[in-house]
Structure formats: C-alpha cells, structure tokens
C-alpha cells in the first residue's frame, strides 16, 4: 500500500479508493494546477504486456468517448517506475455500489422515485452516448457507477473490457476468463449461446444494476458460477414491484424488459429506454398524468428503434452467403482511405524503381519491370525503349497502359508504324529533349505523318546518356489527353531513365559475361546508397508518409505521420486497422468512395478527412495517394500516399464561411432593415427588407446618404448619432424616414460599429403600423374595461393560476391583485357542481390538440351568487404541442340565461298543450268518421234488406209450395228447388249478418269460469272426420265478464274457420301424395291484466298481406264467404274491452289470439257458474 502523502508524478496522494490484486486507486490532486484527479496504478508485479496493452486500449476509449457527458475524463496515461498510471477526473463521485441499501421495515429503497428516475436516465443517456461511438462496455454494474449526490452527477468508469465495435462472436471459455462480473453479464456474453455479443448485453447488464437499486437485492443470488450462469440464460427474476411494492409497474416493466433473455426482446437502444423514462417521468409531473402510466395505455417501447444493422442470429444454410455477405461488411468498414501529393508519388516511384533494379539483372524482366513504371509516372498511354547497336538505332522494348504483357527483346527497326521518325531522328542528332503539349499542332513537326494519321497530342521523346554517350531514347506518347506530360516531370523520367541505362548496362555486361564481381557490388552499394539517401528524405519531411499492403495488412509510415498525429515514432503499429480506429466514422464512407473509384480507374486520389490525435482532439488533413502495385487478378496490392495537416487552413474557411452565412442569412431573411454606412453617412449596401420599407432600389440607395431619407433631424444630428456610436459603440433612436413616393415612415434606428471600422451597422424597423396598432389597442383596452366581457390569461397547470385579467373582473367581487398573486385560483371560482364535469373537458380539449374551446358554465361570485358565463377560449402550445396557456373572455350572460330558461318552460308547457289537444282531435276525429261510415253502411243495410227480404220471403213460400204439391214425384225438379232454397238462407244470413255488424246489439254481460263454457263448445268439434282437436287450459284461471252468446259466436268462427283450413291443406296434401295430419290446438292462459284464449291450427295458413287485411268488412278468401266473419268477431271482442290478433305462415298454419280483460265487479254483470254438462 502506497502511503499517503507521496507522490505519483506530479500528483500527491491524499487517499486509497480501492485495491485489487493487479491494480490501486487513489484520490489525489494534480500539484501543477491543484485540480483533484484519481489515479489507476498498475501494480509492478501485474505490469506484463498484455497488462501494459488493457491500460492503453481503456485509455484509448476513454479518449474516444471524451464527448460523451456520463463516461469518466481521462486526462493522460503516464509511465512512473516501470509501471502505468492513468490519470482521471474527480468530480467528487462515491460508487453506486456503497448507496444501495434496502430497509425491509418500511419497505422502501436508498432512493426516492425522482432520484432513481434521474439515475436512470443519465445511465441511459451514457450508454447511448457509447454505442453511438460503437464501443461496448461489457462490465455494467453498481460498482462502475460514479453518483455525486450534491450535484445529481454520473459517470461511468472501468472500460478494460471494452471493445471498440459493435458486435463480437464469444466462444465457451473457462469460468474464470469470462469478461465481466458473472452477478451483471448478459446471457450471450457467457459464450454459451452461440450468440454474437453487442451493445444489448449493456443494456441487460443495467437492468441488473437498476433491479438491485429498486430492490436492495440481485435478480439471481448466490456464488456458484455454474448456477449464476444456468440462471441469466433460462430463469426469469421475480418482478421488481413484486419485491417492493412501492416500485411503479411500469418501471418494473421496464427492468423487466431489460432483462429479457433473448437480444431481441429487450430494448434495441438506450435512447429507446431514455424515451421511456422521461415519458414515465413527465406523466409523473402533468395534472391528470397518472391515467396514462398504467399499463394499458403505456406503450413500452414506442420509441425504440435500432441504430445497427443486424442479421438475425438463428441462420439455417447458406453458411458460405453469410460468411461472404459479413466479410463484405467488414471490408467496407475497414478499408484504407489516404492520399497522397505528386512528388511523394515520385519517391515511391524511385523506391520501386530502386527495389527493381537491385533485385532484377536479366535485361527482359528489368525492361518489362521499368517500362511499367515509366508509364505509371509519367502518366502516359504508350511507351518505347530504342537501343543503339554500335550505330544502328532499333526499338528493343514496347509497353502500353492498358494491361498488355510488356514486349522486350524485339530488336525492332523503328519505322512511322511504332513513333514519329521526325522527332526520334531530332532527339538522336541534338541528343535535346522533345516534350510536345499539342503534337498535331506543332509547327516544327506538323507535317510528321504519324503525329496527322494517329492523332497524337502529347508526345515525350528523352535521351539518356551514360559514360558520355547517347545509349538509349526514351519515346512516350498519349493520344487522349494534350499536354499531359510536364516540365516537371523530366527530372524523375531522366532518374529513371539514367537508372535504366546503368542497370541495363549491367545486365548486357552480365549476359555477355563482361561484369566482374566487383562492378556489380559496387553498383548495388550505389543502389543501396540511393535508396538510403531516399529514406532520409522521407524521415525529413513534415508530411506523413504512408504505405498500406492490402495482402499482409501491414504497412510503413514516416516520423512525420507519428508527428502530425502527436505520437512518438513507433508508438503504434502502422496498420490499416490502427489507421481506421483515428479517422472520424462520419468520414469513412467518403474516403471508402474515393478510394475505391480511384483505385478502380488506377489514378491517384485525393481527399479531405479527420483524424484523431493522441491527446483526442480531431484534427484535418488533406490526404493523397495512389495504387503501387495490384496483382494478376487486376487487385491493389499495394498502396502508398501521404497526409498533411490542414487544419488551420480548414478553420479559416470555416470561419469564413460561418461569417459570409451569417451575414447572407441576416440580410436576405431579416424582417427587419438592415444598412451599412460610413462615417459621412454613405450608404455602403442596403438589403431588400429596407428596400420594401423606403420604396427605392439598392442601386438607388447606394448613390444617397442618410441625409437623403431623414426628415426629423438635421444633418449635424444624423452625425452626432454616428460620432456617439464611435465613441460608445452602439446607439438607438427612433426618427422618421421620406419614402420615394414622398410619404413617410417612422422607424426605430440600432446603430452600432462594424468591426472597430470606420463602417456602421444599421438597423432599422419599421413602427409605423406598431405605433398605429399601440394606439388602437389602447383604445380597445379603455372600450374591453368598460364592457361586461373580462379579459382573461393563466396557464395551463392544475388550478389554472391567472397571469392577466382585465380590471373588469371586479363585476364577480374579485379584484386584479387577488388572482394574479395566487390568493384566489380561477379554480376555485367555479361553481361545485360545474368544476367536476368542466375540468375533464379542459383536460381532453388540451390532449386532443384543439386549438379553441367554448363552453357555458357557472361562476361564484366572492359574495356566494352564482353568475352564468360563456367562456370562449383560445389555447396556446408550445412547440411539442403541449397546452400552455388559456388565453380568451369571459361573457356574463347571466341575465340570457335566466330568460332562456323562463322560454324553455314555456315552451315545454305549450309543446304538452299541443300535444294532448292533437291527440283529443285525433281521437274525436277517427270516432266521427268511423261513426259517419257506419251510419251510411246502416242506412244502406236498412234499404237493401228491406228491399231483399220481401222477395226472399216470396221465393222461400213459392219454394215452399212447390216442394209440397211435387214430394218425390221428380227428383231432378227437387234437388233444384232445395239449391233454390239454400241459397235463399244464405241471402237471409248475409242481409242479417249486415244489420248486426252496422245496427249492433244490446249485450248480456255474465261473469263466469271461462274453461267449463270452453269444454262445452269444443264437444261440437270433437267429432269432425279425420281432424285431431286438443286442448290447454292454466289452473285457476280467473272469472271473465263476457256475453256467452256473442262469444259462442265468435268461438265458433274461429273454430270454423281452422276446420276449413285443415280440410283445404288435407285435400292439398292428397294431391301431392304426402303425409298430413289435421290439428287444431286450443288453449287458455293468464296474460297481463287478464286471459288469452289461442286456436291454433297447422292449416294453410295466409300471407302477410291477407292475414293483416282478414278482419276488415267484406274481405274474404272463400268462396261462398260473406267477408264479414271475423269483422264481426272483432268488433264483438273489442265490445268487451279485449283485442284480436292473428299470426299466419302460409301452408305452416294460423293462430288466433284473443285477449279478454278481468273486471272486478262490472256494473249490470251477473255471475254465473256452470259445471260441465251443465247448460246456463
């Protein structure tokens, strides 16, 4: 233990935090600015490399998440005595750990619910802030929480298991290598899944810290590995509000949800839980909140959305699509994208130039490896090497740009079919180089006629000499692009064209056995010095210098790449993977873009991007670069460039851009005028808003001054005005200005300097319409104060406190200062029984979004009187939408209302009058008519039966007579006379049948035990052929008044005419040859407020229509029928108080229901008993 006191560096120890076996913390003070810091020490007995390496890799994600608010500050990583020490922040934190406490007694955790949702959120918020940085944790738990309780701060800490990406594949490892406390891990970050681990497995690790917070207790106890294990991957935790019922059950949810098993299930991000915890928390906070945080209405997860592309974890097949379909991915992700500058592409050239040359001495390779190269640098589409022989000039080697095999050892004639003979014989006799931009058009070699047929535009023709001689003649040509071979790229060519000759030379000498051992060594050692000397041009140079291989992922780059980035050379392994950890994620899918293009085309490229410095700031650079080498599959091998720190120049532009937007943005979107002048009162620039104000062009304006436009000071006050800015730096007035159509305008004036300049800014606003509208409200004001309506403005808040109220509001006994102080809440205003149903409303128009409200209700005046008021209201919402304010007036219209109410009843009281007047007249009127029919239909029944029965009663005596003075004698002539005389009985019957149903008859009302009187008329019935009659009669049926002959009659009617039914549906069934059985049902039963007597037969029955119109007079369906049957059974019925219904489906049957009443002592009615057998 280190004691307290001593020093670690520059930092003097003040106390030990916490010990483990590999490393101590201490909480310290920084001696160079007294600033407290807590120190990591690696202990020296733990300070092997790979402890060396975690050290560094949590530094390093510290640095990278030094943006993020909730993670802990690292200020260095320092060496002190063969050991690290890092560095961090103190901002006075204790670990979460030590505050989780749990007190059974009340039930109750360390954490009030407003503590814990602020803990939390800023969890959440943190563990947002590290995904977004694609770092995973991987070690979530209360003792890696920092909570200061006096400023609510938290930070998280410990990141030595973290990674820098956003998935990984954990294989099963031993119990004690697993990464992370086995209490905390999520179920795949146990290796035994199967499963990729990504940013969830933290967000199942802080559902385990926050259950513990709720609850004082782990979800899974106990210290067996296996059985911790066994558990986070197949058991559920009880609930948290299970284990402590104050726990809301939608924050138990949450944790719930956090804790599932499966990635999938859980919440995708932590800005989803974030989501879910401020909505939790605003519910909380608003009047009416609590309705919507149950569970029914709180959607967990509504804002949860995945900001990673996944694939799902549970693949069947097509293994080798995945694999291929993932590596795609990672290749995309981590490929290298710097660039590099033209003459460092002419290093590299000379290094592989250099490598080439001492590596190659047969003469084919060297021309096939040089030519490649030539054309490379020189940006050219073909190249030829000629050679001389003694005198004789020939073509030994030909190459082009478009991937064609190098031809070498042709010991070819040149002729106009490969090269212009005009410029080659220039070159050979003045041994000058010939660089041609335009070779068509250059007039010294404009009539060579390979330049006119081939097109050619650029053409390099360059001599080499070597030992004093002209040795070789270097021909290169592009017939696409004019001028592409520059002045300043003769000196690489002739570098390495004279390279060329050399080992040409050499290599001639050693086919021919003409080199000694000697000359080729000390042609290597001049290679060997070159290449040296090249090398420390590179270590010189400021710029970073860079090599990536593609194959081995390895690469090589100069001190000034360590430098620009603030390394130590060596400190980090030059690597592509090293490299894409610095550059900024935001701009790798640009340098990917311009990479891949330029490589795909094998032209350089160049490109803009950021990369991360030591100490975590991010710095820009201009990088370059080109492919150096590629493969037989056409692939890059090989890839140099460099880079260079342009981020001066890029904050420059920045500021600059800032700068210009700011005032493009001021200028042409500002309402208000805007003007640069000079001290002489010049206008220097104008925009298009005081254009509008004034009427006059800017072309206009900038030919005036201000004095031009001021009407209400002088000149000498316009330049006191400008003098006082000067001096003090801003002014601000109001004057008047002369429009060009010569009215005016008033205008508020902000004057202030311009840089400290000799110019002047200008603002001017027009008030010409606010100084009229000022006027106009002041009169509204004075006319709303002397009306009955009251201004009214409180805020949208339990209780409605006011914020304004017009002075009018003393008419309800109230004053200004009582409601706007709080002393009486617009609230409490309400009347009792109005406040129950009105709140509610409020509260709904306000969730809806309604943007007005109206409603009548009642107010108490402080004097206890109710008042009537319409309320019209306009609501104010912020920018989410959420109600703000009320904002409108209240009418009395207590006086309306009490006159609306005096109408109302009125109105009800005539509307009743009415109503019971249309249904006497109604009544009287149906009476009259229905009487006025019958008197016309009994008038006509007295004529017509006057008039029949007479001659009726002739025909019946001459019938008569006849039957008599026959007898048996023909019996033809007597079966007519019996035809006559039953027709003459049925015109008897019809006449008497009207005369009873118009006249109608006195009625003989007998009360009586109904079933015997039913058994007695069913006897009569009992014996029809072929028909089944039943019946059905209730227990003690009450006695009935009723006239027994009148009702025989209609029993019989009834009977009759489901006898005739049945016969006619027997004769029916005949025909068809189908089974019928004939029945007729009778049955008498209690009904409401007296008896039902029902005859049911399964006749055939009638439509609706018939059944509806069969008792109405003169309607029938037989043949021989008078219609006039069951007209007169109804009237009968309705003459003792009872009604007649008839329910029929045709060929299924009919029923007849008669309802008769029970009248308790009738006047004129007599009793009479009978028992069966018995006649009345």
Same mark, same amino acid.
């Given at each position: 233990?280190?004691? /307290?006191?001593?020093?670690?560096?520059?930092?003097?120890?003040?106390?030990?935090?916490?010990?483990?076996?590999?490393?101590?913390?201490?909480?310290?003070?920084?001696?160079?600015?007294?600033? #407290?810091?807590?120190?990591?020490?690696?202990?020296?007995?733990?300070?092997?490399?790979?402890?060396?390496?975690?050290?560094?890799?949590?530094?390093?994600?510290?640095?990278?998440?030094?943006?993020?608010?909730?993670?802990?500050?690292?200020?260095?990583?320092?060496?002190?005595?063969?050991?690290?020490?890092?560095?961090?922040?103190?901002?006075?934190?204790?670990?979460?750990?030590?505050?989780?406490?749990?007190?059974?007694?009340?039930?109750?955790?360390?954490?009030?619910?407003?503590?814990?949702? =602020?803990?939390?959120?800023?969890?959440?918020?943190?563990?947002?802030?590290?995904? *977004?940085?694609?770092?995973?944790?991987?070690?979530?738990?209360?003792?890696?929480?920092?909570?200061?309780?006096?400023?609510?701060?938290?930070?998280?800490?410990?990141?030595?298991?973290?990674?820098?990406?956003?998935?990984?594949?954990?294989?099963?490892? #031993?119990?004690?290598?697993?990464?992370?406390?086995?209490?905390?891990?999520?179920?795949?970050?146990?290796?035994?899944?199967?499963?990729?681990?990504?940013?969830?497995?933290?967000?199942?690790?802080?559902?385990?810290?926050?259950?513990?917070?709720?609850?004082?207790?782990?979800?899974?106890?106990?210290?067996?590995?296996?059985?911790?294990?066994?558990?986070?991957?197949?058991?559920?935790?009880?609930?948290?509000?299970?284990?402590?019922?104050?726990?809301?059950?939608?924050?138990?949810?949450?944790?719930?949800?956090?804790?599932?098993?499966?990635?999938?299930?859980?919440?995708?991000?932590?800005?989803?839980?974030?989501?879910?915890?401020?909505?939790?928390?605003? +519910?909380?906070?608003?009047?009416?909140?609590?309705?919507?945080?149950?569970?029914?209405?709180?959607?967990?997860?509504?804002?949860?959305?995945?900001?990673?592309?996944?694939?799902?974890?549970?693949?069947?097949?097509?293994?080798?699509?995945?694999?291929?379909?993932?590596?795609?991915?990672?290749?995309?992700?981590?490929?290298?994208?710097?660039?590099?500058? @033209?003459?460092?592409?002419?290093?590299?050239?000379?290094?592989?130039?250099?490598?080439?040359?001492?590596?190659?001495?047969?003469?084919?390779?060297?021309?096939?490896?040089?030519?490649?190269?030539?054309?490379?640098?020189?940006?050219?589409?073909?190249?030829?090497?000629?050679?001389?022989?003694?005198?004789?000039?020939?073509?030994?080697?030909?190459?082009?740009?478009?991937?064609?095999?190098?031809?070498?050892?042709?010991?070819?004639? #040149?002729?106009?079919?490969?090269?212009?003979?005009?410029?080659?014989?220039?070159?050979?006799?003045?041994?000058?180089?010939?660089?041609?931009?335009?070779?068509?058009?250059?007039?010294?070699?404009?009539?060579?006629?390979?330049?006119?047929?081939?097109?050619?535009?650029?053409? /390099?023709?360059?001599?080499?000499?070597?030992?004093?001689?002209?040795?070789?003649?270097?021909?290169?040509?592009?017939?696409?692009?004019?001028?592409?071979?520059?002045?300043?790229?003769?000196?690489?060519?002739?570098?390495?064209?004279?390279?060329?000759?050399?080992?040409?030379?050499?290599?001639?000498?050693? *086919?021919?056995?003409?080199?000694?051992?000697?000359?080729?060594?000390?042609?290597?050692?001049?290679?060997?010095?070159?290449?040296?000397?090249?090398?420390?041009?590179?270590?010189?140079?400021?710029?970073?210098?860079?090599?990536?291989?593609?194959?081995?992922?390895?690469?090589?780059?100069?001190?000034?790449?360590?430098?620009?980035?603030?390394?130590?050379?060596?400190?980090?392994?030059?690597?592509?993977?090293?490299?894409?950890?610095?550059?900024?994620?935001?701009?790798?899918?640009?340098?990917?873009?311009?990479?891949?293009?330029?490589?795909?085309?094998?032209?350089?490229?160049?490109?803009?991007?950021?990369?991360?410095?030591?100490?975590?700031?991010?710095?820009?650079?201009?990088?370059?670069?080109?492919?150096?080498?590629?493969?037989?599959?056409?692939?890059?091998?090989?890839?140099?460039?460099?880079?260079?720190?342009?981020?001066?120049?890029?904050?420059?532009?920045?500021?600059?851009?800032?700068?210009?937007? @700011?005032?493009?943005?001021?200028?042409?979107?500002?309402?208000?005028?805007?003007?640069?002048? =000079?001290?002489?009162?010049?206008?220097?620039?104008?925009?298009?808003?005081?254009?509008?104000?004034?009427?006059?062009?800017?072309?206009?304006?900038?030919?005036?001054?201000?004095?031009?436009?001021?009407?209400?000071?002088?000149?000498?006050?316009?330049?006191?005005?400008? @003098?006082?800015?000067?001096?003090?730096?801003?002014?601000?007035?109001?004057?008047?200005?002369?429009?060009? =159509?010569?009215?005016?305008?008033?205008?508020?004036?902000?004057?202030?300097?311009?840089?400290?300049?000799?110019?002047?800014?200008?603002?001017?606003?027009?008030?010409?319409?606010?100084?009229?509208?000022?006027?106009?409200?002041?009169?509204?004001?004075?006319?709303?104060?002397?009306?009955?309506?009251?201004?009214?403005?409180?805020?949208?808040?339990?209780?409605?406190?006011?914020?304004?109220?017009?002075?009018?509001?003393? @008419?309800?006994?109230?004053?200004? &200062?009582?409601?706007?102080?709080?002393?009486?809440?617009?609230?409490?205003?309400?009347?009792?029984?109005?406040?129950?149903?009105?709140?509610?409303?409020?509260?709904?128009?306000?969730?809806?979004?309604?943007?007005?409200?109206?409603?009548?209700?009642?107010?108490?005046?402080?004097? +206890?009187?109710?008042?009537?008021?319409?309320?019209?209201?306009?609501?104010?919402? *912020?920018?989410?939408?959420?109600?703000?304010?009320?904002?409108?007036?209240? $009418?009395?219209?207590?006086?309306?209302?009490?006159?609306?109410?005096?109408?109302?009843?009125?109105?009800?009281?005539?509307?009743? $009058?009415?109503? =019971?007047?249309?249904?006497?007249? !109604?009544?009287?009127?149906?009476? $009259?008519?229905?009487?006025?029919? /019958?008197?016309?239909?009994?008038?006509?029944?007295?004529?017509?039966?006057?008039?029949?029965?007479?001659?009726?009663?002739?025909?019946?005596?001459?019938?008569?007579?006849?039957?008599?003075?026959?007898?048996?004698?023909?019996?033809?002539?007597?079966?007519?006379?019996?035809?006559?005389?039953?027709?003459?009985?049925?015109?008897?019957?019809?006449?008497?049948?009207?005369?009873?149903?118009?006249?109608?008859?006195?009625?003989?009302?007998?009360?009586?035990?109904?079933?015997?009187?039913?058994?007695?008329?069913?006897?009569?019935?009992?014996?029809?052929?072929?028909?089944?009659?039943?019946?059905?009669?209730?227990?003690?049926?009450?006695?009935?008044?009723?006239?027994?002959?009148?009702?025989?009659?209609?029993?019989?009617?009834?009977?009759?005419?489901?006898?005739?039914?049945?016969?006619?549906?027997?004769?029916?069934?005949?025909? &068809?040859?189908?089974?019928?059985?004939?029945?007729?049902?009778? !049955?008498?039963?209690?009904?409401?407020?007296?008896?039902?007597?029902?005859?049911?037969?399964?006749?055939?029955?009638?439509?609706? &229509?018939?059944?509806?119109?069969?008792?109405?007079?003169?309607?029938?369906?037989?043949?021989?029928?008078?219609?006039?049957?069951?007209?007169?059974?109804?009237?009968?019925?309705?003459?003792?108080?009872?009604?007649?219904?008839?329910?029929?489906?045709?060929?299924?049957?009919?029923?007849?229901?008669?309802? /008769?009443?029970?009248?308790?002592?009738?006047?004129?009615?007599?009793?009479?008993?009978?028992?069966?057998?018995?006649?009345?």
């Amino acid at each position: 233990m280190r004691p /307290l006191g001593k020093a670690i560096g520059n930092c003097r120890i003040l106390k030990q935090i916490y010990e483990s076996p590999s490393s101590a913390v201490y909480r310290a003070v920084r001696q160079s600015d007294r600033k #407290p810091v807590v120190l990591k020490v690696l202990k020296q007995n733990h300070s092997a490399r790979s402890e060396w390496n975690r050290y560094k890799h949590e530094y390093e994600i510290l640095c990278k998440l030094r943006d993020v608010k909730n993670v802990i500050r690292a200020y260095s990583l320092d060496a002190h005595q063969k050991t690290l020490v890092m560095v961090l922040e103190d901002f006075g934190g204790e670990s979460l750990k030590s505050s989780i406490t749990f007190r059974p007694a009340t039930g109750k955790g360390l954490l009030p619910l407003e503590d814990f949702l =602020d803990l939390a959120l800023e969890l959440a918020r943190g563990l947002a802030g590290i995904h *977004d940085a694609n770092v995973i944790h991987k070690n979530v738990n209360p003792g890696n929480v920092l909570l200061n309780r006096a400023t609510r701060q938290v930070k998280l800490i410990d990141f030595g298991f973290s990674s820098i990406l956003v998935r990984e594949y954990p294989s099963p490892r #031993p119990l004690e290598t697993l990464e992370g406390s086995l209490h905390y891990i999520a179920p795949e970050q146990t290796g035994r899944m199967n499963r990729e681990v990504d940013y969830r497995a933290d967000l199942y690790s802080l559902g385990v810290t926050l259950y513990e917070v709720l609850t004082g207790r782990l979800p899974f106890e106990g210290d067996d590995p296996l059985t911790l294990i066994h558990s986070h991957m197949a058991k559920l935790p009880l609930p948290p509000k299970d284990s402590n019922p104050n726990v809301p059950p939608m924050i138990s949810n949450m944790v719930m949800r956090l804790l599932a098993k499966n990635a999938e299930d859980r919440y995708q991000s932590a800005s989803g839980l974030t989501a879910d915890l401020e909505r939790f928390r605003k +519910g909380l906070s608003e009047p009416g909140g609590d309705e919507d945080l149950s569970a029914d209405r709180f959607e967990l997860g509504r804002d949860d959305f995945c900001g990673h592309f996944h694939l799902p974890q549970r693949l069947y097949g097509r293994d080798a699509e995945i694999s291929e379909l993932l590596s795609s991915f990672d290749r995309a992700a981590a490929g290298s994208q710097e660039v590099i500058a @033209q003459d460092l592409l002419d290093t590299a050239s000379l290094l592989k130039a250099n490598q080439i040359l001492s590596q190659t001495v047969n003469t084919s390779d060297l021309l096939k490896e040089m030519i490649k190269i030539l054309i490379e640098s020189a940006g050219a589409e073909e190249a030829l090497v000629l050679c001389r022989d003694e005198k004789t000039w020939f073509i030994e080697a030909r190459g082009n740009a478009g991937g064609q095999p190098v031809q070498t050892g042709m010991h070819l004639p #040149p002729s106009a079919d490969h090269l212009s003979m005009s410029i080659l014989h220039y070159v050979i006799n003045s041994e000058e180089v010939v660089v041609l931009a335009n070779a068509r058009g250059d007039p010294q070699f404009r009539g060579d006629p390979y330049l006119r047929e081939k097109s050619i535009k650029s053409v /390099l023709c360059l001599p080499v000499r070597h030992e004093g001689e002209l040795t070789l003649v270097l021909y290169l040509e592009n017939n696409l692009t004019a001028g592409a071979f520059t002045e300043g790229r003769l000196g690489l060519l002739q570098l390495l064209s004279g390279q060329m000759a050399i080992s040409l030379k050499n290599a001639s000498m050693v *086919d021919a056995l003409k080199s000694t051992i000697a000359e080729r060594k000390r042609t290597e050692e001049v290679l060997r010095e070159g290449e040296e000397r090249l090398r420390i041009v590179l270590d010189a140079t400021s710029d970073g210098i860079w090599e990536w291989n593609f194959v081995t992922r390895s690469g090589y780059v100069n001190p000034g790449y360590y430098a620009i980035l603030g390394y130590e050379p060596g400190e980090f392994s030059p690597n592509l993977d090293n490299w894409r950890v610095r550059a900024h994620p935001e701009d790798l899918q640009l340098i990917e873009k311009v990479v891949r293009e330029a490589l795909g085309e094998r032209s350089p490229f160049s490109v803009e991007f950021r990369l991360r410095r030591k100490d975590g700031r991010w710095i820009w650079v201009h990088g370059r670069g080109k492919g150096a080498e590629w493969d037989a599959d056409g692939n890059v091998v090989r890839v140099v460039g460099s880079v260079s720190d342009i981020s001066a120049r890029k904050e420059a532009e920045e500021a600059l851009r800032e700068s210009a937007e @700011q005032y493009r943005i001021m200028t042409s979107t500002s309402m208000d005028g805007f003007m640069i002048v =000079d001290r002489d009162a010049r206008i220097l620039d104008a925009n298009e808003a005081y254009c509008r104000i004034v009427g006059y062009s800017r072309d206009d304006l900038l030919r005036m001054t201000v004095h031009d436009l001021e009407t209400m000071e002088s000149s000498q006050e316009t330049l006191g005005h400008i @003098q006082r800015v000067i001096e003090s730096g801003s002014d601000r007035f109001e004057s008047r200005h002369r429009k060009k =159509d010569g009215s005016m305008v008033d205008v508020e004036i902000s004057l202030m300097s311009y840089r400290r300049s000799s110019r002047l800014l200008c603002y001017l606003r027009d008030v010409t319409e606010l100084k009229r509208a000022d006027e106009e409200l002041r009169k509204a004001i004075m006319v709303l104060e002397n009306s009955p309506a009251v201004l009214f403005r409180w805020r949208a808040e339990r209780g409605f406190p006011v914020e304004f109220v017009s002075k009018n509001v003393t @008419q309800f006994g109230y004053t200004v &200062e009582e409601l706007q102080s709080g002393k009486v809440s617009f609230l409490s205003m309400i009347h009792p029984e109005d406040r129950k149903w009105l709140g509610p409303e409020v509260r709904e128009a306000d969730k809806r979004g309604d943007l007005h409200f109206q409603k009548v209700y009642r107010l108490v005046t402080k004097e +206890g009187k109710s008042r009537w008021v319409d309320d019209r209201t306009m609501i104010e919402r *912020d920018a989410n939408g959420r109600a703000t304010h009320h904002q409108g007036i209240l $009418l009395d219209i207590t006086e309306r209302k009490s006159a609306e109410e005096e109408l109302a009843r009125h109105r009800d009281h005539l509307e009743e $009058l009415v109503r =019971d007047r249309s249904r006497e007249l !109604e009544a009287a009127q149906e009476q $009259l008519v229905k009487r006025e029919k /019958l008197s016309v239909l009994g008038q006509l029944t007295a004529i017509v039966s006057h008039e029949l029965r007479n001659p009726l009663g002739v025909i019946r005596s001459s019938t008569f007579y006849l039957q008599e003075k026959i007898k048996d004698r023909d019996q033809k002539i007597r079966k007519h006379l019996d035809r006559i005389e039953t027709q003459v009985d049925l015109c008897d019957k019809i006449v008497g049948e009207l005369l009873e149903y118009t006249r109608g008859s006195s009625s003989e009302m007998m009360k009586g035990e109904i079933t015997h009187w039913l058994e007695r008329q069913l006897e009569n019935f009992q014996g029809t052929e072929g028909i089944r009659v039943t019946s059905l009669f209730s227990d003690n049926l009450p006695k009935v008044s009723f006239d027994e002959g009148k009702m025989t009659r209609v029993l019989n009617n009834i009977l009759e005419n489901a006898v005739h039914a049945v016969n006619e549906m027997t004769r029916i069934a005949e025909e &068809e040859k189908r089974d019928y059985e004939p029945r007729i049902r009778v !049955e008498a039963c209690r009904a409401e407020g007296g008896i039902v007597i029902r005859v049911e037969d399964n006749g055939t029955g009638m439509d609706g &229509e018939t059944a509806r119109r069969a008792s109405e007079p003169l309607f029938t369906t037989k043949a021989r029928g008078t219609g006039l049957g069951l007209a007169i059974v109804k009237k009968i019925v309705e003459e003792h108080g009872g009604t007649l219904n008839l329910e029929s489906e045709l060929r299924r049957g009919t029923k007849v229901n008669l309802w /008769l009443p029970v009248h308790e002592g009738l006047p004129g009615t007599r009793e009479q008993r009978w028992r069966k057998g018995e006649e009345p």
